[in-house]
C-alpha cells in the first residue's frame, strides 16, 4: 500500500508538472485527479471552501495556524449538517489571539493539540478517504492574499488511505483541546495543587480514522 500510494503521487506530480493535468481545460463535469492552486490571490482559499462543501462523510484536519474564518465556517456547516469533521492543531498556535479554535471548538467539532513535536506543521485536509488537501498554504488570510504558498487537490484513495494512517498517528498522541480562557486559568490552579495529571483527567483523544 505504501509504495503503491507513493508511486502514484510521484506520477500525479510529474504528469502536472509538464502540464497534463491543468486545472482549466479539463472536460466538463469530470473532476481532475489533481489539482493546483497557489497564492497570493490564486483561488487556494475557494479550492479548500469548495472541498469541504462538497464532502459527504468524514473530513480529518491537521492544521498549523488556522485564522480563515472562511474555511472555519466550511467546517462548522459540514459538522452541522452531519459530516464527521475532527481536527488536529499545533498546540501552540491553537492558544494565538486570531485563531479560529475555539469558534471550531464552541460549534461541537472534536478538536485536539499536538505538542509533541517542536511544531505540528503538516497542513492538511482528508475528505472521505479520497480527496487529499496539501501543500505550504495555513489555512490563514495571510497565506491567501499576502504569502507565496501553494496547494494540491488529490483525488486518490491509496494517497487518502496513507494521509489518514499518518493523521492517526498524531491523532495518538494528541491531547484534547480546552477552551483558551479556562487555558489561560490553569497555570494558577497547578501552582495551589501538589497533585500530578493523571490520564483519567486528561484523556487522550479517541479518534478513529
Wanted: charged residues 25%; hydrophobic residues 40%; glycine residues 4%.
Amino acid at each position: 500500500m505504501e509504495n503503491r500510494a507513493a508511486k502514484r503521487l510521484a506520477l500525479l506530480l510529474v504528469a502536472a508538472a509538464v502540464g497534463l493535468l491543468p486545472a482549466c481545460n479539463w472536460t466538463p463535469g469530470v473532476l481532475p485527479p489533481m489539482q493546483i492552486y497557489f497564492s497570493p490571490h490564486g483561488g487556494c482559499t475557494d479550492a479548500v471552501v469548495q472541498e469541504i462543501n462538497a464532502a459527504q462523510h468524514k473530513i480529518r484536519v491537521q492544521a498549523y495556524s488556522f485564522t480563515s474564518t472562511s474555511i472555519a465556517n466550511a467546517l462548522v456547516e459540514a459538522h452541522r449538517r452531519g459530516v464527521d469533521v475532527k481536527v488536529i492543531l499545533d498546540k501552540k498556535e491553537s492558544r494565538e489571539e486570531h485563531s479560529v479554535t475555539d469558534l471550531l471548538h464552541d460549534a461541537g467539532i472534536p478538536l485536539s493539540t499536538d505538542g509533541i513535536h517542536a511544531i505540528a506543521h503538516n497542513k492538511i485536509m482528508i475528505i472521505d478517504d479520497e480527496v487529499v488537501l496539501t501543500g505550504s498554504f495555513n489555512f490563514t488570510k495571510q497565506a491567501e492574499h499576502s504569502n507565496a504558498e501553494n496547494l494540491l487537490v488529490i483525488r486518490d484513495r491509496a494517497v487518502a488511505a496513507k494521509y489518514t494512517d499518518n493523521w492517526l498517528e498524531h491523532a495518538g498522541h494528541s491531547k484534547p483541546y480546552t477552551d483558551r480562557d479556562e487555558a489561560d486559568e490553569r497555570p494558577a490552579q497547578n501552582q495551589r495543587s501538589s497533585h500530578k495529571h493523571t490520564d483519567a483527567r486528561y484523556p487522550i483523544p479517541n479518534f478513529h480514522p
